[in-house]
C-alpha cells in the first residue's frame, strides 16, 4: 500500500486568524496614525520624503496582511 | 534437405493452427452457465438485479471473457453494471472491472447489446467460476395508472423476462422477485411460477437456449416516492487557506404516478396513511464529517424545516422541501456546506496536490438525471487533471472569484444516470507554487500603498496660482 498521502493545510492554522487580524490591523492603523501626525506636525523644509513612504509602506503591509485575515476570520475563504 | 523442408512445414502448421484458434475465438459455443440465480428487488424506485452465474468452460480453449446480454429498450436506463467473483474458500470477494463495451456481434438478434466481464485469471477448459453481478435499472417502473388522485396508492408496471438472457446455454435458471408489499395486482404466470408474500418465484426453468426470451409484465404497488433530480450542479471550491465550499444546486421532481385533481392539506395532515402515501416528504442527505456553515435555501429564502446531525464518521441533513412533492410536482433548492481542507487535499509522490472528494449525489436514495461538478481551482494553479472511476465528459471553464485578476481554472466534468453506488472518490490533481498565496495578501497591501502615495501626492503638490 502507497504511505498515507500528507494532507494540506494552511500556513497558518485557522485558530490563529481572529487573533492576527486584530493585532496586525492595530498595529497597522497606528502607523496610519503616525503617518497623518506626521504630516500635519512637519513643516514644509522638516519633511522627509523617505520617511514619509517607509512609514507608509510598512503600514500598508499591515494593513494588507490584517485585511486578509479578517476576511478569513469572518468565514470569507479568499 | 530434410530439415528446412521439415521447419517450413511446421511454420505452415503452426500458421494454420493460430488462425484456427483465432477464428474460434467466439466464447459463445464455449461456455456454459451450469446455474443462474437471478434476484430483482423492487422495493424503491431503482430496481436491483443480483445475478449469480456459475459459468463453465465446456470448449478446449481457455477465455477471460464473458458476455452479458441486455434487451436494447432495457440499456438506455441501465446505470451502473458490476462484477464480483468468488476466490478461495474463504470466500473473499475481489471486484473484477467490467468494461463498458456495446460489443456489436454481427449475429445479434434484435439489437440486443452487450457487456463484456473480464476476467482476472483465464477460465481454463472443464473449469467453472461463479461470478456475482449487480446492475441497476433506472426509470423502469412504469406508474399505472399514470394519473392519480391524493387518496389513491401508486401502482406500477415492472417488464423483463422469465428466462435470464443470455448468448450462452443456460442448465438451470430461477428467478425471484421482490415487491414492497402484498398487493400485487397481476403478472405474468410462465409455469412454474409461485408467489408467497412478497416474493414471486419464477423457475427452475432447465435446458434453455442461447437468447430465449419470455417476456413478462408485473402490475403491483409501489408507495416508495421516487425522488428524481432532474438536474445537480455542484461547485467544489478550493481555498489554500483552510475550507472547502460545496454548493449544491438541485432541481427535484416526484417520478411517480402523476397527480390529478385537487391538494386538500386537511386531508393530508389529518390521515397520513390514506393520503399522499408515496408523496414525498422528506429527503435525506449524508454529508462528510466536521461539516460546518450548512444552509439550506432556495430562491424566496432559507428553507428552516431542516435537521443536522453531526458524528464523528458522517453527519446526516433532514431535509424537507416547502411543499409535499406529489407526482409530477417539482422543487429547486440550494444547499451548501463548508469542510475542512486537510480532510480532503493531499500532496501526492511527485509534487503535485490532488483533491479526493466523492462524485455522485449526497442524497439517499435518489436518481440524477444529470450531474455536473465543478472543482474550482485557487489562482496560479496549472495544469489540472481529473482521474475519475467511470466517464464522464470533461472539459475547463474560468471563475472571477474573491481577488482574483487572472481568475480560476474550473475542473468541469459532466455524467448522466446516476445512482448512489456513483458516489466514489475522485481525483483532481494540479501543481501550485506555495508562493503564489503571498499574492493575495500583497494585492491588498498595495491597495493601501496606493492610498497613502495618493495622500503624499496631495500634500507635496503645491496648487495655489499665487505664491
Same mark, same amino acid.
Given at each position: 500500500?502507497?504511505?498515507?498521502?500528507?494532507?494540506?493545510?494552511?500556513?497558518?492554522?485557522?485558530?490563529?486568524?481572529?487573533?492576527?487580524?486584530?493585532?496586525?490591523?492595530?498595529?497597522?492603523?497606528?502607523?496610519?496614525?503616525?503617518?497623518?501626525?506626521?504630516?500635519?506636525?512637519?513643516?514644509?523644509?522638516?519633511?522627509?520624503?523617505?520617511?514619509?513612504?517607509?512609514?507608509?509602506?510598512?503600514?500598508?503591509?499591515?494593513?494588507?496582511?490584517?485585511?486578509?485575515?479578517?476576511?478569513?476570520?469572518?468565514?470569507?475563504?479568499? | 534437405? %530434410?530439415? @528446412?523442408? +521439415?521447419?517450413?512445414?511446421?511454420?505452415?502448421?503452426?500458421?494454420?493452427?493460430?488462425?484456427?484458434?483465432?477464428?474460434?475465438?467466439?466464447?459463445?459455443?464455449?461456455?456454459?452457465?451450469?446455474?443462474?440465480?437471478?434476484?430483482?428487488?423492487?422495493?424503491?424506485?431503482?430496481?436491483?438485479?443480483?445475478?449469480?452465474?456459475?459459468?463453465?468452460?465446456?470448449?478446449?480453449?481457455?477465455?477471460?471473457?464473458?458476455?452479458?446480454?441486455?434487451?436494447?429498450?432495457?440499456?438506455?436506463?441501465?446505470?451502473?453494471?458490476?462484477?464480483?467473483?468468488?476466490?478461495?474458500?474463504?470466500?473473499?470477494?475481489?471486484?473484477?472491472?467490467?468494461?463498458?463495451?456495446?460489443?456489436?456481434? @454481427?449475429?445479434?438478434?434484435?439489437?440486443?447489446?452487450?457487456?463484456?466481464?473480464?476476467?482476472?485469471? =483465464?477460465?481454463?477448459?472443464?473449469?467453472?467460476?461463479?461470478?456475482?453481478?449487480?446492475?441497476?435499472?433506472?426509470?423502469?417502473?412504469? /406508474?399505472?395508472?399514470?394519473?392519480?388522485?391524493?387518496? $389513491?396508492?401508486?401502482?406500477?408496471?415492472?417488464?423483463?423476462?422469465?428466462?435470464?438472457?443470455?448468448?450462452?446455454?443456460?442448465?438451470?435458471?430461477?428467478?425471484?422477485?421482490?415487491? /414492497?408489499?402484498?398487493?400485487? $395486482?397481476?403478472?405474468?404466470?410462465?409455469? =412454474?411460477?409461485?408467489?408467497?408474500?412478497?416474493? *414471486?418465484?419464477?423457475?427452475?426453468?432447465?435446458?434453455?437456449? =442461447?437468447?430465449?426470451?419470455?417476456?413478462?409484465?408485473?402490475?403491483?404497488?409501489?408507495?416508495? =416516492?421516487?425522488?428524481?433530480?432532474?438536474?445537480?450542479?455542484? $461547485?467544489?471550491?478550493?481555498?489554500?487557506?483552510?475550507?472547502?465550499? !460545496?454548493?449544491?444546486?438541485?432541481?427535484? !421532481?416526484?417520478?411517480?404516478?402523476?397527480?390529478?385533481?385537487?391538494?386538500?392539506?386537511?386531508?393530508?395532515?389529518?390521515? /397520513?396513511?390514506?393520503?399522499?402515501?408515496?408523496?414525498?416528504?422528506?429527503?435525506?442527505?449524508?454529508?462528510?464529517?466536521?461539516?460546518?456553515?450548512?444552509?439550506?435555501?432556495?430562491?424566496?429564502?432559507?428553507?428552516?424545516?431542516?435537521?443536522?446531525?453531526?458524528?464523528?464518521?458522517?453527519?446526516?441533513?433532514?431535509? $424537507?422541501?416547502?411543499?409535499?412533492?406529489?407526482?409530477?410536482?417539482?422543487?429547486?433548492?440550494?444547499?451548501?456546506?463548508?469542510?475542512?481542507?486537510?480532510?480532503?487535499?493531499?500532496?501526492?509522490?511527485?509534487?503535485?496536490?490532488?483533491?479526493?472528494?466523492?462524485?455522485?449525489?449526497?442524497?439517499?436514495?435518489?436518481?440524477?438525471?444529470?450531474?455536473?461538478?465543478? !472543482?474550482?481551482?485557487?489562482?496560479?494553479?496549472?495544469? @489540472?487533471?481529473? !482521474?475519475?472511476?467511470?466517464?464522464?465528459?470533461?472539459?475547463? %471553464?474560468?471563475?472571477?472569484?474573491?481577488?482574483?485578476?487572472?481568475?480560476?481554472?474550473?475542473?468541469?466534468? %459532466?455524467?448522466?444516470?446516476?445512482?448512489?453506488?456513483?458516489?466514489?472518490?475522485?481525483?483532481?490533481?494540479?501543481?501550485?507554487? @506555495?508562493?503564489? *498565496?503571498?499574492?493575495?495578501?500583497? *494585492?491588498?497591501?498595495?491597495?493601501?500603498?496606493?492610498?497613502?502615495?495618493?495622500?503624499?501626492?496631495?500634500?507635496?503638490?503645491?496648487?495655489?496660482? +499665487?505664491?
Amino acid at each position: 500500500m502507497a504511505p498515507p498521502a500528507k494532507p494540506i493545510t494552511s500556513p497558518v492554522s485557522d485558530a490563529w486568524y481572529p487573533t492576527l487580524a486584530v493585532f496586525m490591523l492595530a498595529i497597522g492603523l497606528v502607523l496610519t496614525a503616525s503617518f497623518f501626525i506626521y504630516e500635519a506636525t512637519s513643516s514644509k523644509r522638516n519633511r522627509s520624503l523617505a520617511k514619509e513612504l517607509t512609514t507608509g509602506g510598512v503600514a500598508s503591509v499591515f494593513l494588507g496582511f490584517g485585511t486578509l485575515f479578517l476576511l478569513l476570520s469572518a468565514g470569507v475563504y479568499v | 534437405m %530434410e530439415a @528446412p523442408i +521439415r521447419a517450413t512445414e511446421f511454420l505452415r502448421f503452426t500458421l494454420l493452427s493460430l488462425l484456427f484458434f483465432v477464428c474460434r475465438s467466439s466464447p459463445s459455443q464455449d461456455l456454459l452457465i451450469s446455474n443462474a440465480e437471478r434476484r430483482i428487488d423492487l422495493t424503491s424506485h431503482i430496481v436491483k438485479v443480483y445475478l449469480t452465474l456459475k459459468v463453465e468452460n465446456a470448449g478446449s480453449t481457455p477465455t477471460s471473457e464473458i458476455l452479458l446480454a441486455f434487451p436494447p429498450t432495457q440499456v438506455d436506463h441501465l446505470a451502473t453494471v458490476e462484477a464480483l467473483v468468488t476466490k478461495g474458500k474463504r470466500k473473499k470477494t475481489t471486484l473484477a472491472r467490467l468494461d463498458v463495451k456495446p460489443t456489436e456481434l @454481427p449475429d445479434a438478434p434484435n439489437g440486443t447489446k452487450y457487456f463484456t466481464i473480464y476476467l482476472s485469471n =483465464p477460465l481454463n477448459s472443464g473449469e467453472s467460476t461463479t461470478l456475482e453481478v449487480l446492475y441497476l435499472f433506472t426509470h423502469s417502473l412504469e /406508474p399505472f395508472p399514470a394519473e392519480i388522485g391524493q387518496s $389513491e396508492s401508486q401502482l406500477v408496471y415492472y417488464r423483463d423476462s422469465a428466462l435470464i438472457l443470455s448468448p450462452y446455454h443456460i442448465k438451470q435458471q430461477t428467478t425471484f422477485l421482490k415487491t /414492497p408489499s402484498t398487493k400485487v $395486482e397481476s403478472f405474468t404466470s410462465v409455469e =412454474p411460477t409461485n408467489r408467497a408474500g412478497t416474493e *414471486m418465484k419464477y423457475g427452475p426453468y432447465e435446458d434453455r437456449p =442461447p437468447y430465449s426470451f419470455s417476456p413478462i409484465l408485473i402490475h403491483f404497488e409501489n408507495n416508495s =416516492p421516487f425522488p428524481v433530480v432532474e438536474e445537480l450542479v455542484r $461547485e467544489v471550491e478550493i481555498s489554500h487557506w483552510g475550507n472547502l465550499q !460545496v454548493t449544491e444546486q438541485y432541481t427535484l !421532481v416526484h417520478g411517480g404516478a402523476r397527480h390529478k385533481g385537487v391538494f386538500s392539506r386537511v386531508d393530508y395532515q389529518s390521515r /397520513p396513511n390514506l393520503n399522499g402515501v408515496s408523496s414525498l416528504r422528506y429527503l435525506l442527505a449524508r454529508l462528510p464529517p466536521r461539516v460546518h456553515s450548512v444552509y439550506y435555501r432556495d430562491e424566496i429564502g432559507n428553507i428552516s424545516s431542516s435537521h443536522l446531525r453531526t458524528d464523528s464518521r458522517k453527519s446526516e441533513l433532514e431535509i $424537507e422541501p416547502r411543499y409535499p412533492l406529489f407526482g409530477g410536482w417539482k422543487a429547486t433548492f440550494v444547499i451548501g456546506y463548508g469542510l475542512p481542507l486537510q480532510d480532503f487535499l493531499f500532496e501526492s509522490s511527485d509534487d503535485r496536490r490532488y483533491l479526493n472528494f466523492t462524485f455522485g449525489c449526497p442524497l439517499l436514495d435518489t436518481v440524477v438525471d444529470k450531474l455536473t461538478v465543478k !472543482v474550482v481551482l485557487p489562482e496560479g494553479s496549472k495544469d @489540472p487533471s481529473a !482521474v475519475v472511476p467511470f466517464t464522464v465528459e470533461q472539459h475547463l %471553464e474560468t471563475k472571477y472569484s474573491y481577488l482574483d485578476v487572472v481568475g480560476r481554472t474550473v475542473v468541469v466534468m %459532466e455524467k448522466k444516470n446516476l445512482v448512489p453506488v456513483h458516489n466514489s472518490p475522485f481525483q483532481v490533481y494540479y501543481t501550485f507554487k @506555495p508562493i503564489f *498565496m503571498l499574492a493575495e495578501p500583497l *494585492m491588498l497591501a498595495s491597495a493601501f500603498f496606493l492610498f497613502f502615495v495618493a495622500c503624499l501626492a496631495y500634500l507635496h503638490i503645491d496648487l495655489s496660482i +499665487r505664491k
